[in-house]
């Protein structure tokens, strides 16, 4: 099966519309106008073109993240699938361009933005047995402090926003 992936530059013209399905599916959806500006010679100006209109619709984490970070007015980049469907009911019919995005962010051309890692969406993956403490093994055997207290590695204490994922070896365990 192919897509047509694309991306475009524009304006988030309503406000992004955040909701949960009874299956716990999150979607955030919002519509996009996508200007376009050409040379006019008559004029010998640069002049707006009318928009292209798409609605844009955000799935499972990343639609968390569009509901908290994208808001009415602000310019974004958007890369997704593109759908076209054509539409009739009993008064009108007609054709919706929509974009099923796959990453939404703000166009850095427009403005400067702060980078905020996203907590997790599902709860941590158990450690592998490897990594489950032994009662057998005493404090220094299995990596832990000389006090008799845990250490959990550096993934495990690495902070919001940091890169390091759950579970990941720490680097003491590398150099092993």
Same mark, same amino acid.
């Given at each position: 099966?192919?897509?047509?992936?694309?991306?475009?530059?524009?304006?988030?013209? %309503? %406000?992004?519309?955040?909701?949960?399905?009874?299956?716990?599916?999150?979607?955030?959806?919002?519509?996009?106008?996508?200007?376009?500006?050409?040379?006019?010679?008559?004029?010998?100006?640069?002049?707006?073109?009318?928009? =292209?209109?798409? %609605?844009?619709?955000?799935?499972? +984490?990343?639609?968390?993240?569009?509901?908290?970070?994208?808001?009415?007015?602000?310019?974004?980049?958007?890369?997704?699938?593109?759908?076209?469907?054509?539409?009739? =009911?009993?008064?009108? =019919?007609?054709?919706?361009?929509?974009?099923?995005?796959?990453?939404?962010?703000?166009?850095?051309?427009?403005?400067? %933005?702060?980078?905020?890692?996203?907590?997790?969406?599902?709860?941590?993956?158990?450690?592998?047995?490897?990594? +489950?403490?032994?009662?057998?093994?005493?404090?220094?055997?299995?990596?832990?402090?000389?006090?008799?207290?845990?250490?959990?590695?550096?993934?495990?204490?690495?902070?919001?926003?940091?890169?390091?994922?759950?579970?990941?070896?720490?680097?003491?365990?590398?150099?092993?």
């Amino acid at each position: 099966m192919t897509s047509d992936t694309m991306t475009l530059t524009g304006i988030v013209a %309503t %406000t992004p519309r955040h909701l949960v399905t009874s299956s716990g599916l999150a979607i955030t959806s919002f519509r996009l106008a996508s200007g376009q500006r050409r040379f006019d010679r008559k004029r010998n100006a640069w002049v707006d073109a009318d928009p =292209n209109w798409y %609605t844009v619709s955000s799935f499972r +984490q990343l639609a968390h993240n569009v509901v908290a970070s994208v808001r009415k007015g602000q310019h974004v980049v958007v890369t997704g699938r593109l759908r076209v469907r054509d539409w009739e =009911n009993a008064d009108r =019919n007609g054709t919706s361009v929509e974009l099923e995005a796959d990453a939404i962010g703000h166009d850095l051309t427009w403005c400067t %933005t702060a980078y905020v890692r996203s907590a997790p969406a599902a709860a941590p993956a158990p450690r592998p047995a490897m990594e +489950q403490e032994d009662p057998e093994l005493d404090a220094s055997e299995q990596g832990g402090s000389e006090q008799g207290g845990s250490d959990q590695g550096a993934a495990e204490q690495a902070e919001p926003g940091s890169f390091a994922p759950r579970g990941a070896p720490s680097l003491a365990t590398l150099d092993s």
